[in-house]
């Protein structure tokens, strides 16, 4: 059964099998950073669980409840208006992982390319010489493919939803198997950060470009190897 939620890290414990009922509840008045320590969340935790509901973590503007009571009240009634907070939520969240992403690639190769398009073709050769540096080229394309997945399947879930709900038809999210490929994902990316940090700890190199003039000139702007 979940237990808590550090980041994009989810901790589950074993528990005796029964049936219970989880609610996801996004809050629009909750950054999406913030998770469970701010005086909003908690007081809509204290109405949930005055109501039946048992309070298990919250990551980021998302908060995890459940129950026992198979029949209890829902928390929100309003699918419509569910939808238009989960749609406000994923539209930051989105815009902020291709800003990241675009900020990582801008201070990589930022120098190269106010060098001239020969030291940054220079440069991503060099980056496919090294494991570290094809580790950064993956870590890229993984924020880029990541950002671009998630609009994609966004905008298809919510084409969906929308016309449930003109047809008066609940609306059908995401489901566990999906949630545990997503969470698996994260955790890899994390890992391989990690490993890119270590190994950039360990070792430096500096490439020797010649210049298109005369004489040569240095680049040293990431050391990786």
Request: charged share 20%.
């Amino acid at each position: 059964m979940l237990r808590d939620a550090v980041g994009s890290f989810w901790g589950f414990e074993r528990q005796t099998p029964k049936k219970v009922k989880f609610s996801i509840v996004i809050l629009k008045e909750v950054s999406m950073w913030e998770g469970s320590e701010n005086e909003k969340s908690k007081e809509f935790q204290f109405y949930c669980e005055s109501a039946g509901w048992h309070f298990v973590c919250a990551e980021k503007c998302r908060q995890v409840l459940w129950s026992e009571d198979r029949d209890i009240v829902p928390i929100e009634t309003d699918e419509g208006l569910k939808m238009d907070v989960a749609r406000a939520q994923f539209q930051k969240q989105a815009a902020v992982t291709m800003v990241l992403g675009v900020l990582w690639i801008l201070c990589y190769f930022g120098p190269a390319l106010m060098g001239g398009m020969g030291l940054a073709g220079y440069l991503l050769e060099s980056l496919l010489e090294t494991n570290a540096g094809i580790l950064v080229l993956f870590c890229m394309l993984y924020l880029f493919l990541n950002g671009l997945a998630g609009v994609v399947s966004y905008q298809v879930w919510y084409q969906k939803a929308k016309r449930d709900l003109q047809r008066k038809k609940p609306v059908r999210y995401r489901s566990y198997p999906f949630f545990m490929v997503k969470d698996i994902a994260g955790k890899a990316f994390c890992l391989l950060l990690g490993v890119l940090f270590v190994e950039q700890k360990k070792k430096g190199i500096s490439v020797e470009i010649p210049s298109a003039c005369h004489g040569s000139y240095n680049y040293y702007g990431h050391r990786f190897t």
